[in-house]
């Protein structure tokens, strides 16, 4: 066991480094990382278990930091662990340093996620707690049951609404494999914490049935005692909330404490503050990036003992990959988070059918074809359909993760930090559905999944005003524009951040399908109707789907309009078409799943869809910007129809007259246009 003398100068090895990162960035949070500093110390140099030699070991036990502000604390712990040099360390926050404001995720440097914005980085951590527990039950590879999940929250994280959604998921399916560390200092970004909490959040969290551990964050003996106590507990998670001193060992200029204070939350502790602070803690602050020679012993022991722990680990893996090789090849695979091969002709689409229904097809067969696959629903399977998926296989439950179907409850944005979580964690693809209007509460999670460029599936249903009998509140206008904006922006890797997809029926529905599970770099959306929706005429090649947009079986040579929709849109213009050519116009209709896709086509492809100067005219159940960009380089008589307000209530089929969704009115707008 290590002396608390040694655990105690490493937590102030570790407040000094993060407090000097912070310093030279003039730039940072030194607060909380200095008053976390005790627990990430016992945490790295006795529990957690990985190989420093090969980071992405799968059985290895994961660390998700929640407040992503105290990244200063994680880099220096990492610095000790050997992950970051002193130097990378001291380029906190510049340009093209691999030590950024807020890191996202970046395995090799053995960071599995932290969070900016508050309160999604602990749920993504329940996540990756239910990969664990599925693997383990999928798979029968011991070392997944043997995975310990870390989570570090804060004050801002257990204020966040999404704390409730996590807390209940967390406790209803019984992850016993997840320990979170609350790091309660009473401070937070511009008041103390009492002036806008006055919960009893040990309470709170027993009645939602975790175990509870309240202990002195800054005391190494405690911190050690409580992780071996929520190590195991059976049957729930814990948390342990550990009383922290925000700016612990800090001092002012004047050489008064500087403990407790929120000026130490978001800002360098400066100039004479900072030279105190360090010399009290025992640094140099002439020279504060070093670390103490009882400090890297401490850490080089550790990586000793890590050895011998990996070796047996990977002699029972193994052990288990002899005895199933298939498995163990299988399970290679899904960490390699390659495609899975599907046969698509296993699914027959109805004809006519609503694209929720044809996506419900699809997710059947997803369901008996892809076994590393978990779809989760917000409380409404049997409307997003997600329940073709759940028909061929069963709910997880605390005691049974046998199943593939994750009942997420009435949480949508919990859900969707759920389901990144997994696939931070790896090895299975995950999948979440509900409404689409309730895409609203999923946003700040797509945003995240885009950022990390992970291949979640979000399938929205009830696409459109077409929900009219629920009234205004489930009608979805400008979700379609929000959701394409993210098409329109770039990840890292310089693709598209979301695919974002929205077929036009059935058959369309299922080369979505195919392209989203093709999809392995980014996130992928699929937009479904609700209502039935006429197939596209005999002979379409659906294949064209891939491309983003493409022209339409039936389409005329030479055409005077061209005609262009996404989703259920599209055969209305087929129908307003008809109407067309009797009157002897050529019409070419297009479909447009995805226009951010189109885009990155050739232009002699896109201009083979949409020649430069012909006459266009879009239809979109959504605010007219959805198409228009098909409108630069048009002729000037081009228009969109679209939404421009919201606030209606009837039945879709009164919707549509009413609003103009009809065969006849896209023959009076186009024949406005000729
Ligand atoms: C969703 C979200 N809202 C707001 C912020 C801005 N913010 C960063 S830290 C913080 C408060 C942090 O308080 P606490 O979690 O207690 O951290 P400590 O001050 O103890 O370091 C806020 C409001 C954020 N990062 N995420
Ligand atoms: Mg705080």
Redesign the pocket.
């Known amino acids: 066991m290590n002396d608390i003398k040694v655990l105690n100068h490493a937590a102030d090895n570790i407040r000094i480094l993060a407090a000097a990162a912070v310093e030279k960035a003039k730039s940072g949070h030194p607060g909380?990382a200095m008053g976390g500093a005790d627990f990430i110390n016992v945490l790295y140099s006795e529990y957690l278990t990985y190989d420093p030699k090969n980071p992405e070991w799968v059985g290895r036990d994961r660390f998700f930091l929640d407040p992503g502000h105290m990244a200063p604390m994680l880099y220096s712990q990492l610095c000790l662990a050997g992950k970051f040099t002193l130097d990378e360390l001291a380029q906190l926050r510049q340009w093209g340093s691999p030590t950024t404001g807020h890191p996202e995720f970046e395995i090799a440097r053995g960071i599995e996620n932290t969070s900016g914005p508050l309160g999604q980085g602990h749920v993504f951590a329940i996540g990756a707690a239910i990969a664990a527990k599925f693997l383990a039950a999928h798979t029968g590879n011991p070392t997944f049951a043997k995975e310990t999940i870390y989570a570090y929250i804060?004050?801002?994280g257990i204020e966040e609404e999404i704390s409730q959604g996590g807390a209940r998921v967390a406790s209803v399916l019984g992850l016993d494999n997840l320990v979170m560390f609350y790091?309660s200092?009473?401070?937070?970004l511009s008041t103390e914490?009492k002036n806008v909490m006055n919960e009893d959040t040990a309470a709170k969290y027993r009645a939602l049935g975790w175990e509870v551990i309240e202990i002195n964050g800054n005391d190494a003996a405690q911190i050690r005692k409580a992780i071996e106590q929520a190590k195991a507990v059976k049957g729930k998670p814990a948390l342990i909330i550990g009383k922290c001193i925000?700016g612990k060992g800090a001092l002012k200029d004047d050489g008064s404490s500087y403990e407790a204070n929120c000026k130490t939350h978001g800002a360098p502790l400066g100039g004479d503050a900072f030279k105190n602070t360090v010399k009290n803690l025992g640094g140099d602050p002439e020279n504060p990036f070093q670390i103490f020679d009882d400090v890297k012993e401490l850490y080089a022991n550790r990586a000793k003992e890590l050895e011998g722990i990996c070796a047996e680990r990977y002699a029972e893996e193994k052990a288990w990959a002899a005895a199933n090789p298939e498995k163990a090849a299988q399970q290679a695979d899904w960490f390699a988070g390659k495609a899975p091969k599907i046969d698509w002709s296993k699914v027959q689409q109805k004809a006519n059918d609503a694209t929720r229904s044809a996506s419900a097809a699809c997710l059947s067969a997803l369901a008996e074809q892809v076994p590393n696959m978990i779809c989760a629903s917000a409380d409404l399977s049997n409307s997003d359909k997600t329940d073709g998926f759940l028909k061929k296989t069963h709910d997880l439950t605390k005691d049974d993760f046998s199943g593939a179907f994750f009942q997420a409850g009435v949480a949508e944005l919990t859900m969707a930090c759920c389901c990144i979580g997994m696939a931070l964690h790896g090895g299975v693809i995950p999948a979440c559905g509900t409404f689409f209007v309730f895409s609203d509460y999923m946003k700040p999670a797509v945003r995240m999944a885009a950022l990390m460029q992970l291949p979640v599936k979000f399938i929205w249903t009830h696409d459109a005003f077409r929900v009219g009998e629920d009234g205004p509140t489930h009608e979805p206008v400008e979700q379609e524009a929000q959701i394409r904006l993210m098409e329109k922006l770039q990840n890292h890797a310089g693709k598209n951040s979301v695919l974002v997809l929205r077929p036009a029926e059935a058959k369309e529905t299922t080369v979505a399908w195919a392209m989203a599970m093709e999809n392995t770099d980014t996130p992928t959306a699929l937009i479904f109707s609700r209502q039935n929706i006429n197939d596209l005429p005999e002979g379409n090649d659906y294949e064209g789907a891939r491309k983003g947009a493409y022209i339409v079986a039936g389409s005329d040579e030479n055409p005077d309009v061209v005609c262009v929709a996404s989703g259920s849109e599209v055969s209305t213009l087929i129908s307003g078409a008809e109407l067309l050519r009797k009157d002897g116009v050529k019409v070419r209709v297009v479909s447009v799943p995805s226009e951010g896709l189109f885009r990155t086509q050739p232009v002699e492809y896109q201009q083979s869809v949409v020649p430069a100067g012909a006459k266009v005219f879009g239809m979109t159940a959504g605010l007219p910007v959805n198409l228009q960009g098909f409108l630069i380089g048009a002729d000037p008589k081009s228009k969109i129809w679209g939404l421009n307000s919201f606030g209606f209530s009837a039945p879709y089929k009164v919707l549509d007259e009413k609003l103009g969704y009809t065969a006849e009115n896209v023959y009076n707008q186009v024949k406005s246009m000729l």
């Open positions: 909380g804060s004050d801002g790091d200092n009473d401070i937070q914490t925000m």
